[in-house]
RNA sequence: GCGGACAUGGUGGAAUGGCAGACACGUUGGUCUUAGGAGCCAAUGGGCAACCGUCCGGGUUCGAGUCCCGGUGUCCGCACCA
């Protein structure tokens, strides 16, 4: 017998997978069909790193398990490798990013290979790649068609290290995602995409997903709908009037000031009136010079500026009430103004205390001196006018009634939501196929003329001025406009790195179509994805910006479902063997070049695996690796004894093996890897004396979606006709998973005192009589009879004996 | 502050309300060996024992790691969102 070398067995059997095509989906409709889905890898220059094989061999395991199930399975991979980090090495060594995109993708191939995954090598994507941006162009002129993209001037955050804009959802505590630098605000003239229109339905339709739990709240907290209502202040000595929004108007008597945004248009617009302007104008300007980061640390102390010689009026009380401006109010959120109730909003509380202002108490059931009442769930209205007495959502419906009678205000929904900032500037990303022409203004390119390729330039290094190195391309910029054939220049910014990733899985049901996107019969050949696995931190960006374009996609009939994931699920992040964040540096990690050369591919997808719970978090740890080592090592060996043994099922583990089939095909279909793995090793131990060749040819099925060189090269050997990755998943026979007799537990007064074996499918009386026949409990019975008694058929008795 | 997850041996981790600690690592002992940082076999939650044990305190139940209430702690997401 050989020994087992994973180095001379791996790279044969992954050169045959492929040159057999074994992966390949087919193009047919026999409604087997399974579209299984990873998030498809930023191809970076470090390579393959520990988060990639988790995912990875979680979903391979399922898709090869589902093909030996007899489906017809597609499970693709692609490249999103626009973005920053190929463009900074380009700049830093001087080479050009498609270059490196192509040398990493080479290297990523070459590394994912060596894993043994089971992609279908026939569908990869490139987001780089012109034949694939042409569509992605192509869905941004259609949004721009329907009035989707804009571009509005508006304040946005600016990474001054990037030297580029975020989205919002790329600000992470007002520090860049990226490069942890604190985002600046600057005012700049943006493409956006309309995402908000779609938020009712992005909220609603999480109904129709079948999401983690925590994947569903996160989005529907990301979105944040919330019901209030706009309410009108006439603003004292003027015709105008101060709108604000509140999710409280059921506390309108208690607002005694007014807060507006610095940023608010109406400091401008009175300036003439505010007899402190000059104060105001300065605290405004500081404001500004805060970035969001600033301005979320200083969170504890308000400060701001009244408006003096401002007064709006209170439409309940009649009342007039002081103005102030206060970086504590955002100009992104509501309308930029609100109405302050210091008793019932902690953060007015505040204000009003730092700044003298009266508090009023309009809902019962706190102390307002002390702190803001904003419990609403019991609250009665007090100092309310018509509104006293009445429960709190009730005076909120009696409110925003006798406001709209008067014109005064009307219900309204509002998002958390903002538009999405749809641009960046820098060269690495799909040009965005307009052209700016002085007579017509704003002009799509002709469809005819995508896709629209990225110049082939030397200096891609971005400016300071906040514009794209594009513009500095004369002979790209200068175009003719479309429309009218006038000079024109064309717009220089570039698509975010969500772009392509919002339709890649489209793209790889017909990735080599040259005339749409993916035909008709191929998205519905595939589409919806029945299982996308992803990680966490894609919830509010990816995840959310994908759904929004299939569903614009499925408005203009393009796809032919409202959602485009029909699963998905959240595998865990791994954690250093110190128990955190893997880090080059710290050396907690592991390096998976390193663990296939010393161990072999199968020993790595069974480690990384069997480390723990697939979904959960857990900690990478060496030692795991020896134990899974450990187990192939047994499996060849066992295999090798038992090939002279014949076909037939080892008498006393039958049972057994068929239970392990059933607990490996259950727990693969709810990601328990682990399990599914330890109830393998646990049979394997269960052959004490070795077992037949029956037995292992069933086992090195079920291994094989896990382990699959291994199991190949054991499946030749026993000069089985075809692969092992292709023969049928074992079955299991369920009156075989069972045994004749079985072992109750016996518990006295609830604690367990003893087991009794007894014939399976026994009677109540039966197993209470065969517990008390028992000597020890009949000893503890004493002659007695028990009082009560409990049986769980096949499982336990519970006497219960009185005194 | 809001939302979500979690807490089990020396360690990673198992347990549809029904024998807690599967499986693995480590450790100890044995065996084989010139050798053992290889393999194989055995033991391994604590306690001499009766018994006691799943973060703490209550509760529901014949029975709770699991369900409910109240704490403590850890992690993740969002956050002056009106």
């Not at 009244?306 to 309308?335: C, H, K, Q, W």
């Not at 919002?502 to 050949?525: M, V």
Request: charged letters at 25%.
């Amino acid at each position: 017998m050989e020994r087992y070398e994973p180095k001379k067995i791996e790279p044969k059997w992954q050169k045959t997978w492929l040159d057999r095509g074994c992966f390949r989906a087919a193009d047919r409709d026999e409604g087997n069909n399974q579209y299984v889905l990873i998030e498809f890898p930023y191809p970076s220059g470090v390579g393959l790193h520990i988060g990639h094989p988790r995912p990875y061999t979680g979903m391979d395991v399922l898709a090869r398990a589902r093909r030996m199930q007899g489906y017809n399975v597609l499970f693709p991979i692609g490249w999103d490798a626009f973005g920053l980090p190929a463009e900074n090495y380009a700049i830093k060594n001087n080479i050009h990013p498609a270059e490196v995109v192509r040398q990493n993708v080479e290297h990523f191939r070459k590394q994912i290979r060596r894993l043994g995954y089971s992609f279908d090598d026939t569908r990869e994507v490139n987001t780089t790649d012109p034949a694939y941006y042409k569509w992605t162009q192509w869905i941004f002129l259609k949004m721009f068609e329907k009035g989707l993209a804009y571009k509005a001037n508006m304040p946005v955050n600016w990474c001054p290290s990037c030297k580029c804009v975020l989205a919002n959802e790329e600000v992470i505590g007002g520090l860049c995602e990226r490069c942890e630098s604190p985002a600046e605000r600057r005012d700049k003239s943006q493409w956006m995409l309309k995402i908000t229109e779609y938020a009712q339905r992005l909220l609603d339709d999480l109904a129709l997903c079948d999401f983690p739990a925590r994947v569903a709240a996160q989005q529907k907290n990301w979105i944040g709908r919330s019901e209030g209502a706009e309410i009108l202040f006439p603003l004292a000595g003027t015709e105008e009037t101060l709108r604000v929004y509140t999710t409280r108007p059921d506390t309108l008597f208690g607002a005694t000031y007014m807060v507006i945004s610095p940023e608010h248009p109406l400091i401008d617009r009175y300036k003439g009136m505010i007899r402190n302007f000059a104060e105001a104008d300065a605290y405004r300007k500081a404001a500004a010079r805060k970035s969001d980061f600033e301005r979320t640390e200083l969170i504890k102390e308000k400060t701001g500026v009244r408006l003096d010689g401002i007064n709006a009026v209170n439409p309940a009380t009649g009342g007039e009430i002081p103005v102030f401006a206060s970086d504590y109010v955002l100009m992104s959120y509501g309308t930029g103004a609100i109405m302050a109730v210091p008793g019932h909003d902690a953060r007015d509380w505040e204000f009003a205390r730092t700044f003298g202002l009266p508090i009023v108490e309009v809902v019962k059931g706190g102390d307002v001196t002390k702190e803001a009442f904003t419990g609403t769930e019991t609250g009665i209205m007090v100092n309310s006018g018509f509104l006293d007495g009445l429960e709190v959502d009730d005076a909120k419906k009696k409110i925003t009634g006798w406001l709209r009678d008067k014109s005064l205000g009307e219900p309204v929904v509002r998002f958390k939501l903002r538009d999405w900032v749809f641009a960046r500037q820098r060269y690495w990303g799909e040009p965005i196929p307009i052209v700016h022409c002085p007579a017509c203004g704003m002009v799509p390119l002709p469809e005819e003329e995508l896709p629209l390729r990225l110049p082939d330039v030397r200096n891609y290094r971005p400016t300071d001025t906040g514009e794209s190195p594009l513009a500095a391309i004369t002979e790209w910029v200068n175009t003719t406009c479309p429309k009218c054939g006038a000079p024109a220049k064309r717009e220089t910014d570039t698509m975010p790195q969500w772009a392509g990733s919002s339709w890649y899985f489209l793209r790889y049901t017909d990735p080599d179509n040259p005339d749409t996107l993916a035909s008709k019969e191929a998205l519905r050949r595939w589409m919806p994805v029945d299982w996308y696995n992803g990680g966490m931190e894609h919830t509010t960006l990816h995840l959310l910006y994908s759904r929004f374009w299939h569903k614009f996609l499925y408005d203009i009939g393009v796809v032919e479902q409202p959602e485009p994931y029909k699963k998905r699920t959240s595998h865990g992040f791994i954690l250093g063997s110190d128990g955190t964040k893997i880090s080059k540096t710290k050396n907690n990690g592991m390096d998976p070049d390193e663990v296939v050369r010393d161990y072999g591919a199968d020993t790595l997808r069974l480690t990384i695996l069997f480390i723990g719970d697939f979904e959960k978090g857990c900690q990478w740890s060496d030692k795991a690796i020896k134990g899974c080592r450990r187990f192939l090592e047994r499996v060849w060996v066992t295999a090798h004894e038992a090939a002279e043994r014949g076909g037939s099922l080892t008498p006393g583990v039958e049972i057994k093996l068929h239970q392990t089939i059933q607990k490996v095909t259950e727990d693969i279909e709810e990601l328990k890897f682990n399990t599914a793995i330890a109830a393998m090793m646990s049979l394997l131990s269960a052959y004490e004396k070795g077992c037949t060749r029956g037995d292992m040819r069933v086992l090195l099925r079920l291994l094989s979606p896990f382990a699959p060189h291994i199991c190949e090269e054991l499946w030749a050997a026993y000069g089985e006709k075809g692969l092992c990755c292709e023969a049928g998943w074992p079955q299991y026979d369920p009156a075989k998973t069972v045994e004749d007799t079985v072992e109750l537990a016996v518990q006295i007064n609830g604690k367990l005192r003893g087991t009794v074996v007894v014939p399976r499918g026994c009677g109540g009386d039966e197993a209470v009589a065969a517990a008390l026949a028992t000597e020890r409990i009949a000893a503890a019975a004493d002659g007695r009879a028990p009082f009560k008694s409990f049986v769980v058929p096949d499982k336990l008795v519970n006497l219960i004996f009185k005194g």
